[in-house]
């Protein structure tokens, strides 16, 4: 195989960004791409195979095209490209970087990162129910808050309902001290994390004080007519299929609803069936449903969760085989 030579330019002000401390990024790419690189001047020369140098310099073309437009280049972005270089679509990631939901309250872009996510956002648009199932880490609940906060900014809708079943993980809760508000919000902690960055405490108090914004049990939704309202129910693979149904049926006219899940981290008691698990089957011939399943690819936390969520499947798959045997 012959080894050619290729050479780009890296503008002075993106080279930190796109490198990584200690050209920590720079090294991976190397690494994973069997090339060698040498920058002098601006100037990065790419030594390898043919076909592993063409995916180099789209890799970094990519990843200077984010910095210019403003992002901080983290390793999430990183292994994206790098497993976007490997397919066809290697330019998606700067089409995914365009659509930009709303900003947080510091001012940061909240945006989908990967093509998973992209293809949520899409399904959340033009859906009027959404099921967004995947691991961990994978921006469900985050992107889902963030569409219902803009479509309550612009007035698509008068109010925000938020709402989980109230199941402990593993812990008991009820002997906490408080009121029962007190005793229910550690299960709803992460959609007030999420509101809090993206609204702004202050602003979702003032909302919340209104009856705009409302974060409760799912068991409070029994006997409602949720008109005008984003209704976003989240770790709904711990709802029981009554559950569920009850849920479904509380829909209105003008109402938009995103129904978040891991079907791999079920809180039920042992035996019983997952109210997400029975919707999907029920539910999965109706037009105006959209289903996203997001994998473990799509996870943007830390680059170690998703090799944990990717070990996980790799274990649970061989346990499958083995129990097919």
């Given amino acids: 195989m012959s080894i050619v030579e290729n050479i780009i330019d890296i503008p002075m002000e993106h080279e930190k960004n796109v490198f990584g401390q200690f050209d920590a990024y720079l090294k991976k790419i190397e690494r994973t791409l069997q090339v060698t690189m040498v920058n002098r001047d601006g100037a990065l020369k790419i030594i390898g195979s043919e076909p592993m140098v063409v995916r180099a310099r789209s890799v970094f073309g990519n990843l200077i095209e984010l910095s ?6 983290t390793e999430q972005n990183v292994d994206y490209a790098l497993s976007l270089a490997f397919t066809e679509n290697d330019h998606q990631i700067l089409e995914i970087d365009k659509d ?3 900003r947080t309250v510091s001012g940061k872009p909240v945006k989908p990162k990967t093509m998973g996510q992209k293809q949520y956002v899409d399904a959340i648009r033009k859906k009027m129910i959404v099921f967004g199932i995947g691991p961990a880490g994978t921006g469900k609940t985050y992107l889902a808050m963030a569409m219902a906060i803009q479509a309550f900014k612009s007035g698509e809708v008068g109010r925000i309902i938020l709402t989980r079943p109230a199941i402990e993980a593993g812990e008991k809760l009820g002997f906490l001290p408080g009121d029962l508000q007190s005793k229910i919000d550690p299960y709803l902690r992460p959609l007030y994390d999420a509101l809090y960055q993206i609204m702004g405490a202050e602003s979702y108090l003032h909302n919340a004080e209104k009856g705009l914004i409302e974060v409760a049990p799912l068991a409070y939704m029994r ?14 693979q711990n709802t029981t299929p009554a559950q569920m149904k009850m849920f479904l049926t509380r829909i209105g ?22 109210g997400l698990d029975t919707a999907l089957k029920v539910l999965k011939r109706i037009d105006d449903i959209g289903f996203c399943h997001l ?23 061989k346990g499958k085989e083995r129990r097919r045997r």
Avoid: M
């Fill in 68 to 73: 210019r437009r403003g992002n901080e280049i």
């Fill in 100 to 102: 930009i939901i709303c």
């Fill in 223 to 236: 006997g409602r007519t949720l008109d005008n309202a984003y209704i976003i129910l989240d770790e709904a």
């Fill in 253 to 274: 006219f003008g109402s938009k609803v995103i129904i978040t899940g891991d079907q791999t981290q079920k809180d039920l008691p042992s035996g019983a069936v997952s």
């Fill in 295 to 317: 994998s473990s690819s799509d996870v943007v936390r830390h680059p170690l969760v998703q090799k944990i969520v990717q070990a996980y499947e790799d274990y649970e798959t």
